[in-house]
């Protein structure tokens, strides 16, 4: 946890860390409760999402998990929390998945509606949202041989259903894609596109973290966008210092967009008023 | 990167107030198409901009101590006796010998490190994205390509080297596995052997050591456990059937897990040091320490050293601690013994250091050297590879899971 005004190289001002929060590496998922002043995190290697205090530090253990053979979880990639349904929403890389479960659900417990087929084009799921005012699911997806974008469902979909709408393809610039918010009270969709290089082949070309070609970008589109559209708005170039942003966070009171990059190891703050104009009365 | 990180706050700066004194007109909602203009300066970025040290390793006979950098992707060699000489002591940062660092040399996250005193060779696990193994001759520096790459599975963590067996062993965290090459692999090539399965107990393993003299291996195990995901003939993919106990994540216990150097498949390991009199707590390297016949642990968790005899097994406290305000261990990732010197070696992740102490050093003692990669005190935001973050609206604060 940083100050929001933090700069240079300071250092965090608390930590959740040890065996005893049940974290573990490869959390590529966080979600913040601001109603209800909670933490949600997914663990990859354990097949578990865990729920802190979000006033947490040092080894303290998260109040609730959710984990088991009925949760159907396999490999939670990513959370986020709908505050206005009371539920928390989980994303899976391996499982190809979106999961609904009760905010406040608790051990080996089923969930509520499940996302998964052929019918959804979901693949490698990296990152879930609601936006409650218009009851949408935004999902982001990364394929090799399927289509890599955002996905949009309704947010009550269960089962083997085709999205609503697809962002995706050239114009879109979206290659690689990592995190989403929403801004839904200006119908507002912030992705990280990360488009980095993953070869997983020897034989491909150097997947050097120094010198993409194809550095990535926080991409912000409408909430009704469909098909083949570029980004509305956009951060990106090398006074950016962004190559391959990860995460995307959103402070709407003070009109700033947040990233994590994964090849500077940094996290970015920008200002960005004409992301966050004043609602139209 | 300080200077680039001021003047990014600088350039932050001027664009707010240009944008001020235009009164720019924001876009309006879903009416225009037209990108707002990209290249835009963070107001504030928080990074390092020194290297972290994860892995250690140390080869007495050539002089040299190793630290892997995820970081900044880079390895670095430094004088193993001068580390005691120069400014370290008195806050300043360390001179490396050498630093390997640059786009030709496919480091990125990389985690555990090994060195191999005879061929003079440095091995690095890519941990992430690249999936490799590094292998540079003691001799590079700078921006140079590897003697030989080779391809491992996704999160490889740790390494150890037999030169009797002539192999190398990987940890491998999401697979739960152990995989072992022959030394000499380039490339893509199959593994001898491996270990993996419900009786090996292999859960998130990190570090691992290759104890020649006793015929075994040691590994430090974290417990998170997600079941094999059952293959169903085109791929990897859930089963859905709620009744198979093996689909359900777990998180288990910490352990010390040694197996017969030999072992392969779904193998029970000799011993299993597990429990709360231990006080595993994130263990991270392992090391044999045959002066003392001992097994020394870097216990990031608590930020201590635990000692435990090499035949100890079961829930059984350490013979020893290394732990305290005098020890300046903080969050180790690494740990190394120079049996030559009785000396262990502790790569710090937590203040930019690596850290030399008596190998039967106990309690809350002082190291006999220090390494840094930066000035004391420098504050480090301990980001490796972050992938997402969140805003805490009530605390002000922007969270990032690690």
Not at chain 2, 294 to 323: E, H, M, Y
Request: glycine content about 10%; hydrophobic content about 40%.
């Amino acid at each position: 946890m940083f100050a929001r005004l933090a700069n240079g190289n300071d250092g965090p001002v608390r930590v959740i860390e040890g065996q005893g929060t049940k974290l573990s590496r490869t959390m590529h998922g966080i979600a913040y409760d601001s109603v209800h002043d909670e933490i949600i995190v997914p663990v990859h290697l354990a097949g578990a999402v865990l729920v802190f205090r979000a006033g947490a530090t040092g080894e303290e253990a998260p109040i609730r998990i959710i984990q088991g053979p009925h949760t159907h979880i396999l490999r939670p990639e990513t959370v986020n929390v709908d505050v206005k349904n009371n539920e928390i929403v989980v994303g899976e890389d391996v499982g190809q998945d979106v999961m609904f479960f009760p905010r406040e659900a608790k051990g080996d417990v089923a969930p509520l509606r499940m996302i998964r087929g052929p019918k959804t084009g979901l693949d490698e799921v990296r990152g879930v949202t609601v936006d409650p005012v218009r009851n949408l699911l935004v999902v982001s997806s990364r394929s090799g041989k399927g289509t890599t974008g955002v996905f949009i469902f309704n947010r009550t979909d269960n089962g083997d259903v085709a999205p609503r709408a697809i962002i995706a393809g050239p114009k879109s610039g979206i290659i690689r894609i990592r995190q989403v918010e929403v801004d839904p009270e200006r119908g507002k969709i912030f992705v990280a596109v990360k488009n980095n290089v993953e070869s997983y082949k020897f034989a491909d070309a150097s997947p050097s973290p120094w010198s993409s070609d194809k550095p990535g970008f926080i991409g912000v589109w409408d909430i009704n966008d469909n098909g083949d559209v570029p980004p509305r708005g956009v951060i990106k170039g090398p006074a950016s210092e962004m190559v391959w942003p990860a995460g995307v966070a959103l402070d709407p009171g003070d009109r700033e967009v947040y990233t994590i990059d994964s090849v500077s190891n940094g996290m970015h703050s920008y200002y960005m008023p004409e992301f966050f104009p004043a609602k139209k009365q | 990167m300080i200077k680039k990180l001021a003047a990014a706050c600088a350039l932050g700066f001027v664009l707010l107030a240009t944008l001020a004194t235009l009164g720019r007109a924001a876009p309006q909602e879903s009416k225009s198409s037209k990108p707002a203009p990209e290249d835009i300066p963070p107001i504030r970025m928080i990074a390092d901009p020194y290297p972290a040290f994860n892995g250690i390793a140390v080869d007495a006979a050539n002089g040299v101590v190793a630290m892997s950098d995820p970081n900044r992707k880079s390895l670095l060699l430094y004088d193993r006796a001068r580390a005691s000489q120069g400014g370290a002591s008195r806050g300043e940062a360390s001179l490396p010998m050498r630093q390997i660092v640059g786009p030709d040399t496919f480091l990125g996250m990389i985690a555990g490190i090994i060195l191999d005193p005879r061929r003079q060779e440095i091995y690095t696990a890519n941990n992430d994205i690249e999936d490799t193994v590094v292998v540079m001759p003691y001799g590079a520096s700078g921006n140079v390509k590897p003697a030989r790459v080779f391809s491992v599975p996704h999160q490889a963590w740790g390494l150890a080297l037999s030169d009797v067996a002539d192999q190398i062993a990987v940890t491998v965290e999401v697979q739960n596995t152990i995989v072992f090459y022959r030394r000499q692999v380039k490339g893509v090539e199959a593994p001898v052997r491996i270990i993996r399965g419900p009786d090996s107990g292999l859960a998130d393993p990190h570090g691992i050591y290759w104890d020649e003299s006793h015929n075994e291996i040691g590994v430090a195990n974290h417990g998170n456990f997600r079941g094999v995901v059952k293959n169903t003939g085109g791929g990897c993919a859930p089963s859905f059937v709620v009744e198979d106990d093996a689909e359900a994540g777990e998180s288990r216990p910490p352990s010390i897990r040694i197996f017969a150097a030999g072992a392969k498949d779904d193998v029970r390991p000799l011993r299993v040091i597990q429990g709360a009199r231990t006080g595993l707590d994130w263990p991270m390297g392992i090391a044999y320490d045959p002066q003392h016949d001992a097994i020394v642990v870097a216990n990031n968790g608590d930020s201590s050293i635990l000692i435990f005899g090499r035949t100890s097994n079961g829930d059984v406290a350490p013979l020893g601690v290394i732990r305290g305000d005098r020890t300046g261990i903080s969050h180790p990732m690494g740990i190394a013994v120079d049996a030559q010197n009785g000396e262990m070696w502790v790569s710090n992740w937590g203040d930019h250091s690596a850290l030399a102490f008596a190998s039967g050093a106990r309690g809350n003692v002082a190291p006999k050297r220090i390494i840094r990669s930066a000035p004391a005190g420098m504050p480090t935001p301990g980001f490796g590879n972050p992938m997402a973050l969140a805003y805490d609206s009530k605390r002000d604060e922007l969270l990032v899971p690690n």
